[in-house]
């Protein structure tokens, strides 16, 4: 699965949020975008799995417009994992899973016992299979992501979009859900706020600032002091971890006066 964004512009009330946007991931990619809050990621990322519609451009998955696809052609292809996830229905961890298998069934099929084999898989591998039968709403905020990620197994898509999925969680849990997604081997998006975390698991970054593009690249290349200065005004000791063979980034304030 390919992802293509080319000359996506969105905007509300007149105000600008995201200006000629051109991007791209290849299959099996896992590409991560940056930037300050309020930069555009997330709402590049709600342009993409189609709850906001660009003023301008075209978003294309295999070539395809994403707004030529129907509902169900865009669920099959495409799993969505939020950073986090409300329900008012008291779901088991079984059923949030096989909800998956929606866009595999007719409105009035009942699951199989092929779509039941598929989502204990996915349970098992986010190491969830001995919760089937807990509440959703009981769990921890990273155990909760791991069922969510296991939805997106169960639904069997071939491009993942991840909207800071491991914000509110602790280490642990935010390092075992990029390493479970990479080891998918999906094609990824993915907005991240933690530069560490995107210097360890993206194969490439785009920088957003204000609405646009200002950099892409590998993470060694573009996660610099200059850089991170420029958008997130903060300085910044960039080293080679010769232990993990990864970036390590340690931040400072330059300037501790407010304006």
Known sequence: MKLEVKN?????????????????????????????????KSTLLRCIYRVLKPDTGVISLN????WHLSAREMAQATAVVLQETFTEFDFTVAEMVLMGRNPHRGL???????????????????????????SFISLSGGEKQRVLIARAIAQQARFLILDEPTNHLDIRYQLELLELVKKLGVTTIAALHDLNLAAS???????????TITAAGKPEELLQPTLIREVFGVGSVVEQDSAMGKLRISFFLEDTQWD
């Open 108 to 134: 009035f099929d009942r699951e199989t016992q092929k779509d039941h084999s598929i989502v204990f898989d996915a349970l098992v591998q986010v190491g969830m299979n001995d919760f089937a039968e807990r």
């Open 201 to 211: 698991y993206c194969d490439r970054i785009y920088v957003f600032k204000r609405g």
């Open 63 to 66: 070539g395809k417009n994403v």
């Open 8 to 40: 996506v512009s969105w905007s509300i009330e007149g105000k600008q949020i995201l200006h000629d946007i051109n991007l791209e991931v290849s299959p099996g990619e896992f590409v991560g975008l940056i930037g300050p809050n309020g930069s555009g």
